[in-house]
C-alpha cells in the first residue's frame, strides 16, 4: 500500500459530528456555522469572522473589504495558489507579482518592496496579499510597514506563533482555508477575520449570500477538526523531527523558517516536509515509487508553478518550483510510515 502525500485527518469524531448534523437535518449555513465561529474565536483570538464556502470566496470578500478600486495593484507572492490570480481579474484588480528571497518559500519586505518599485505606480500598489506558503510565514510586520493594508493567508500556517502573536494577527484581515490540504479540514470552507476591531468594521457591513455562507455539515467537521488541534500540531512536531536529522545528511537543502527583524523566532507547524532537490525531481520521484511512497512537486498548483506568468519575471520562486519536492506528513501516518519515509530521505539519490 502507498504513503500518499496528503492525507486529510479525519477521525470518528469527525465523522460522528457530520453524521450528527446530518440526522438533526443541518446541512446548510445556520447553527452549526455559528457555533464553529465562537470555538475559532477561542482558538485564533479575532473580532469579527465570517464563515465562508471556499478561500476563493473570502479571497473575494477581503479584497471587496478594503474598497480598493477598479485596476488597484495588488501584490502577491508568485508562489501562492493559482486561484488568487483569478479572483484578482475577477474584482478587476491587478496582481502585481512578487517573487521569493533565495531558498524561502516566502515573500520578504525587500522582494515586496522590489516588486512594488518595478510598478513605477502603475498600476498604484493599494494591498499586499501574503501567503504563508506550505505553513512558512514571512516577517508578516516587517511587510505591515510598506505601508499597505494586508490580508494574511494562513490556511497552512495554523498552529503556528511569532513571538507572543499567533499568524495571521498581524494584518487587516485573514483567511483560514478549511480544504482538504489545509491544516484544518472541513471537506472545503474558509473563515474570512479580522483580529482588531478598528479592522473588523468593514467585514461587518458586508452581506456575503447565502450560497456564500459555509454549511453546517461543513461547519460540524470543523468544530471537531479544532478541537483535536493540538493533538494534531504535536503529532506533526514529532514527524517533523524524525525527518530533518535525515534531511540534514543528505546534499538536498531544507527551507528554515526565519526570525522577524526583532529577533522574534517564528515557529514552524510542519504542515509539510519540502526539500529543494539538487537532484532531477524524476529522479527522486521514480526513486520514492519503488519503495511505496509518493512523493509531489510543491509548487505545481501556485501561480509561477502552473505557467500562469514567465518564469523570469520572478526567478527564485520559478526555481524553486522545479525543484521542491514535498514528502509524507501528516497525523494519520504509522510509526512504521514515518520511520520509511525518513529512510528514503536519507537514502535519496
Request: hydrophobic fraction near 40%; charged fraction near 20%.
Amino acid at each position: 500500500m502507498k504513503i500518499e502525500v496528503y492525507s486529510p485527518t479525519i477521525r470518528r469524531k469527525e465523522m460522528d459530528a457530520v453524521l450528527t448534523a446530518m440526522v438533526q437535518d443541518r446541512v446548510g449555513p445556520g447553527e452549526l456555522a455559528r457555533s464553529l465561529v465562537q470555538i475559532a474565536k477561542d482558538h485564533i483570538q479575532f473580532d469579527y469572522c465570517l464563515a465562508l464556502r471556499s478561500p476563493a470566496i473570502a479571497l473575494s470578500l477581503a479584497l471587496r473589504a478594503l474598497n480598493l478600486g477598479d485596476g488597484a495593484g495588488v501584490l502577491v507572492s508568485a508562489l501562492s495558489p493559482r486561484y488568487y490570480r483569478q479572483v484578482l481579474e475577477e474584482l478587476r484588480l491587478t496582481p502585481v507579482y512578487c517573487d521569493v528571497p533565495s531558498g524561502s518559500a516566502v515573500m520578504s519586505a525587500e522582494t515586496a518592496a522590489a516588486a512594488l518599485e518595478k510598478t513605477g505606480g502603475n498600476p498604484v500598489p493599494r494591498c499586499i496579499v501574503v501567503n504563508h506558503t506550505l505553513g512558512f510565514v514571512p516577517d508578516t510586520a516587517a511587510l505591515c510597514a510598506l505601508g499597505l493594508p494586508v490580508i494574511e493567508d494562513c490556511s497552512q500556517s495554523y498552529g503556528t506563533n511569532v513571538g507572543e502573536q499567533r499568524a495571521g494577527s498581524f494584518g487587516a484581515l485573514a483567511i483560514l482555508g478549511l480544504e482538504e490540504r489545509d491544516m484544518l479540514t472541513a471537506g472545503g470552507g474558509a473563515l474570512l477575520y479580522a483580529v482588531n476591531r478598528r479592522d473588523a468594521g468593514a467585514l461587518r457591513a458586508l452581506s456575503p449570500l447565502p450560497e456564500y455562507s459555509l454549511p453546517d455539515l461543513n461547519a460540524a467537521m470543523a468544530i471537531a477538526q479544532f478541537r483535536e488541534s493540538a493533538r494534531n500540531l504535536e503529532k506533526r512536531k514529532l514527524m517533523g523531527e524524525a525527518y530533518i536529522h535525515p534531511a540534514l545528511r543528505t546534499r538536498h537543502k531544507v527551507f528554515v523558517q526565519g526570525e522577524t527583524a526583532e529577533k522574534q523566532s517564528i515557529e514552524y507547524n510542519y504542515y509539510a516536509f519540502p526539500l529543494i532537490l539538487e537532484t532531477g525531481m524524476k529522479d527522486v520521484k521514480a526513486y520514492a515509487k519503488k519503495k511505496d511512497i509518493i512523493v509531489e512537486n510543491a509548487f505545481d498548483e501556485t501561480i509561477v508553478g502552473s505557467g500562469s506568468i514567465p518564469p523570469e519575471l520572478c526567478a527564485e520562486a520559478y526555481s524553486l518550483s522545479l525543484r521542491t519536492a514535498l514528502f509524507p506528513l501528516y497525523p494519520r501516518l504509522t510509526g512504521a510510515e514515518t520511520e520509511k519515509v525518513a529512510k528514503l530521505i536519507l537514502t535519496l539519490p
